[in-house]
């Protein structure tokens, strides 16, 4: 009698696997190339003959992934429309029910960050693989998540990962499958922005003040690492992880009324009986590197060494380009960039408080204007980028796939 041993799904003959690709829509294919080494080399190998409702930016494997913008839609939306950075096309829509009537307040490692806007309900969704995993519940009468991180793969490292946020310009952290929120320890206040890198926190206040924090034990002993700057009105500090170096950027912006009815401007303060928009425009952005020396240990609220790390003002990006938002911040190749440019800002709005104010007060005489270009570092000049109306509450988000 014969013996027959099944063979190995990666010795499948390449025109069966071709066969089998052709006949899967693209949210299939990322179950497809995972399945395998070989499969997933035939998949990235064999891009360009896979069927065309399949967006090639999607497709890199991380960390250089082109970014994708979800575009801003209304908080009921069970779907967003998206643009792939590299082609700038806008005619897909990824189907999102998760994330209708929530609030995307955090974008790394492939995974989204949601909060509720009537419950206190956080969880954590991969929009490709639609894969979720709920988190601790926040407490409080108000606890608007404004940004949060996540420290480490949530789908390699579940154990270990822990998530950051920025609750009421405060530090608050909790562990995936772990209890609850909690205060990180002795956090200064006016939080604006929060990173991991090298596997550290590092968060920024309104005047410019670095403090990093242990990527293991948040509430470990903080180090200040800058001394303060000048405080300056209408501006928004964010940190991006850049080539091996931390990046300070300063987006300055103005601010005016549009009226509705005849669109003549008026200026900072609104009559309350006028109908209008707030319409933030930025026009300027600055970006510092850090210089690393030594650093003091803040106890407390008291640090007593001398500070000796320092920013350094730019005057190029270089090949890279940056992708900034209240909910990520990342830096890439120029190769990865819109028309394989280099030396440019990419930003969606950030005025968060907006945001929420339409949300929570949509009858409001006045609403906020999205505020979302791209910035060319080299002639310090700006352009609109995916525009938004201002019924569409809820904002564009950056993100990254990462369907494995």
């Known amino acids: 009698m014969r013996s027959f041993m099944m063979a190995s799904w990666s010795e499948l003959p390449r025109d069966i696997l071709e066969e089998i690709a052709q006949k899967l829509c693209h949210n299939d294919l990322y179950h497809f190339g995972a399945v395998c080494k070989s499969w997933r080399s035939f998949y990235f190998e064999n891009l360009s003959q896979l069927p065309k409702d399949l967006p090639l930016a999607l497709c890199y494997p991380r960390p250089y992934g082109a970014p994708i913008l979800l575009l801003s839609c209304k908080p009921s939306s069970d779907s967003r429309k998206y643009a792939c950075a590299r082609n700038e096309t806008v005619d897909r829509r990824l189907f999102l029910p998760e994330a209708a009537d929530k609030w995307i307040c955090g974008s790394n490692w492939g995974w989204l960050v949601m909060a509720g806007f009537r419950g206190k309900a956080v969880s954590l969704l991969n929009p490709i693989t639609r894969c979720q995993i709920r988190l601790p519940s926040l407490e409080g009468s108000f606890c608007a998540i404004t940004k949060a991180i996540i420290s480490l793969d949530p789908t390699s490292y579940r154990n270990e990962c822990i998530v950051m946020a920025v609750i009421m310009s405060t530090l608050w952290f909790c562990k995936v ?77 103005r601010r005016r009324y549009k009226n509705l009815n005849n669109h003549h401007h008026r200026s900072y303060q609104p009559n309350i ?7 933030n425009g930025t026009f300027k952005f600055e970006v510092m590197e850090l210089v690393k020396g030594n650093s003091s240990v803040l106890r407390g609220s008291e640090g007593t060494s001398e500070i000796n790390h320092h920013w350094c003002e730019i005057e190029s990006l270089g090949k890279r380009s ?56 080299e002639e310090k000049s700006s352009k609109s980028y995916h525009p938004n109306h201002p019924t569409d509450f809820m904002p564009s988000v950056w993100f990254t796939p990462n369907p494995w």
């Not at 604006?192 to 002993?221: H, I, M, R």
């Not at 000048?230 to 501006?235: E, K, L, N, S, V």
């Not at 930003?347 to 339409?358: A, E, K, M, Q, W």
Request: proline share 2%; aromatic share 14%.
């Open 322 to 377: 940056l992708f900034l938002g209240y909910n990520s911040s990342m830096s890439v190749p120029a190769s990865l960039s819109p028309n394989g440019t280099g030396n440019r800002i990419y930003f969606t709005d950030d005025h968060h408080d907006d945001h929420v104010s339409n949300f929570l007060f949509s009858n409001s005489q006045v609403r906020a204007w999205h505020d979302a270009g791209v910035f060319n570092f």
């Open 177 to 253: 499958g772990g209890g609850k929120w909690k205060k990180v320890k002795g956090c200064i206040r006016d939080i604006q922005d929060v990173v991991f890198y090298e596997g550290n926190f590092y968060a920024v206040t309104k005047d410019g003040s670095l403090v990093s924090y242990s990527g293991k034990d948040p509430n470990a002993e903080a180090n200040v690492l800058t001394s303060q700057m000048q405080r300056r009105a209408y501006t928004r500090r964010y940190l991006v992880a850049s080539a091996g170096s931390l990046l300070q950027v300063l987006r300055v912006f």
């Open 273 to 279: 009986n006028w109908m209008g928009a707030k319409i």
